[in-house]
């Protein structure tokens, strides 16, 4: 073989690889969806603190069974039941509505993201607006493409708060996610952002910044979320005083 057929061979065979190269999947990359079964059961304990200015104003946890109440399409229906709630607070008021025994429906996409309540259940007038903001403020959404560990995306989410006093105020996160890990079905998440608030209460105009940090472990093969903690600090101006807050929220799986 003559000198001149053996380049055009080594340039054949590496176009050859490119291409297969090209052409195959990346290692590693899998698509972090929501496609539960109807019927699945998943049963919650979550537990929540908020400090404002170091001093502890309230903590909270309950109990709350989720059951996949009918997947169609790109929405997914959620029936929650919460079995039992226990509060603590320094003040009436400063954690909200007791809400044991209540129950309710929401609607989330295949990516994570609730689209909110779709039927209020037994919920009280004050009970649903603290639902809705829980919801609207989870702090969690999946990737839209797939992605491998090291990977990030982002998510922005608006939700309106209770401030107390009959006030509220308007939150805005945006948050990037990172898949930390993947180790069989448990997929790891970070999260880490920034949350801008303002509104009013009591006749004072309120305004804050801060941040949200935290973690969420994903089961892939049952497209539910086995635990989830956050961070939420926040600055606010009210009424020309300073005031720190700070909420340190965790939700574990326990069936």
Same mark, same amino acid.
Do not use: K
């Given at each position: 073989?003559?000198?001149?057929?053996?380049?055009?061979?080594?340039?054949?065979?590496?176009?050859?690889?490119?291409?297969?190269?090209?052409?195959?999947?990346?290692?590693?990359?899998?698509?972090?969806?929501?496609?539960?079964?109807?019927?699945?059961?998943?049963?919650?304990?979550?537990?929540?603190?908020?400090?404002?200015?170091? =001093?502890?104003?309230?903590?909270?946890?309950?109990?709350?069974?989720? =059951?996949?109440? /009918?997947? =169609?399409?790109?929405?997914?229906?959620?029936?929650?039941?919460?079995?039992?709630?226990?509060?603590?607070?320094?003040?009436?008021?400063?954690?909200?509505?007791?809400?044991?025994?209540?129950?309710? &429906?929401?609607?989330?996409?295949?990516?994570?993201?609730?689209?909110?309540?779709?039927?209020? /259940? &037994?919920?009280? %007038?004050?009970?649903?607006?603290?639902?809705?903001?829980?919801?609207?403020?989870?702090?969690?959404?999946?990737?839209?493409?797939?992605?491998?560990?090291?990977?990030?995306?982002?998510?922005?989410?608006?939700?309106?708060?209770?401030?107390?006093?009959?006030?509220?105020?308007?939150?805005? &996160?945006?948050?990037?996610?990172?898949?930390?890990?993947?180790?069989?079905?448990?997929?790891?998440?970070?999260?880490?952002?920034?949350?801008?608030?303002?509104?009013?209460?009591?006749?004072?105009?309120?305004?804050?910044?801060?941040?949200?940090?935290? =973690?969420?472990?994903?089961?892939?093969?049952?497209?539910?979320?086995?635990?989830?903690?956050?961070?939420?600090?926040?600055?606010?101006?009210?009424? /020309?005083? %300073?005031?720190?807050?700070?909420?340190?929220?965790?939700?574990?799986?326990?069936?």
């Amino acid at each position: 073989m003559n000198a001149t057929r053996m380049r055009a061979l080594i340039r054949s065979a590496a176009a050859a690889a490119l291409a297969v190269g090209c052409a195959a999947p990346l290692y590693g990359q899998t698509l972090l969806r929501m496609t539960p079964a109807a019927g699945q059961v998943s049963r919650y304990v979550i537990e929540a603190e908020t400090s404002m200015s170091g =001093t502890v104003m309230s903590t909270q946890s309950l109990y709350r069974t989720e =059951t996949i109440a /009918g997947v =169609t399409g790109d929405v997914i229906e959620i029936q929650a039941v919460i079995d039992s709630s226990a509060v603590t607070e320094a003040m009436p008021g400063a954690s909200g509505p007791d809400l044991s025994g209540m129950s309710y &429906t929401f609607g989330m996409d295949p990516r994570a993201r609730v689209t909110g309540l779709t039927d209020a /259940g &037994t919920l009280t %007038a004050d009970a649903e607006v603290a639902i809705s903001a829980l919801l609207r403020s989870s702090f969690f959404e999946l990737p839209e493409g797939e992605v491998s560990p090291g990977d990030s995306w982002s998510g922005q989410v608006t939700a309106e708060i209770p401030a107390g006093m009959g006030g509220t105020m308007t939150m805005e &996160t945006d948050v990037t996610y990172t898949l930390a890990n993947l180790d069989g079905d448990l997929a790891e998440i970070s999260l880490d952002g920034t949350v801008t608030m303002s509104g009013s209460a009591g006749g004072m105009t309120m305004d804050g910044t801060g941040s949200v940090s935290g =973690t969420a472990i994903f089961d892939t093969g049952r497209s539910r979320l086995d635990s989830h903690d956050s961070v939420l600090n926040v600055d606010i101006n009210a009424g /020309g005083m %300073a005031i720190s807050m700070q909420t340190t929220t965790t939700r574990r799986i326990i069936s």
